[in-house]
């Protein structure tokens, strides 16, 4: 199963444009033949959940219940739930299982996400591994990355930066897959 990690904020409520930019994202990775997986809770989240369901789309959630105690559990589109100890387990875990990551619109938990795929994708070549693609979809992301890249004195080619959920899936779609 070919998976796309998919990162966003966790505030947006049905309605908001950037939710259905999530539900739109969720469904065209789904009609893709992708799986998702997302920290599986509200907002953004929920949101690529119930798009990629709707499209018969199989849905991880990775969520964290030591660290959110007052949530539930998972939002009701989910396939299956993981759950893990700590947020950077539960990152990880989404970055691992996926063939590639796409951080929507968000905040410092969504930031973080999205350093750490970006981080783990500059490691992969000290392994001599394929670097997974990393696509970070907003203007929020087309000022952050070029900053950090010269800042950090990093790699910036290793995040695509896109202005829409259409060019972020186009862009996974690009990518070799597995049988």
Known sequence: MNVVAVFGASSPVAGDPVYDDG?????LL?????AVATGG??????????????AG?????????DVFPGRSGGNVHLTEETRTASLLERIHEMVDLSVASIALPGSLGTATELLVAWNLAYV????NA???PVVAVGQQW???????TEELETDGTLVTVVDTIEEAVQAVSAIPRSQ
């Open 23 to 27: 539900v739109r994202c969720g469904r």
């Open 30 to 34: 789904a009609e893709a033949g992708f």
């Open 41 to 54: 809770y509200a907002g953004l989240m929920e949101a690529v959940s119930l798009g990629a369901a709707e």
């Open 57 to 65: 789309g199989h849905v991880i959630g990775i969520t964290v219940p």
């Open 124 to 127: 992969a070549r000290f392994a």
């Open 130 to 132: 394929t670097p997974k």
């Open 142 to 148: 087309q000022r952050l990355i070029p900053l950090l």
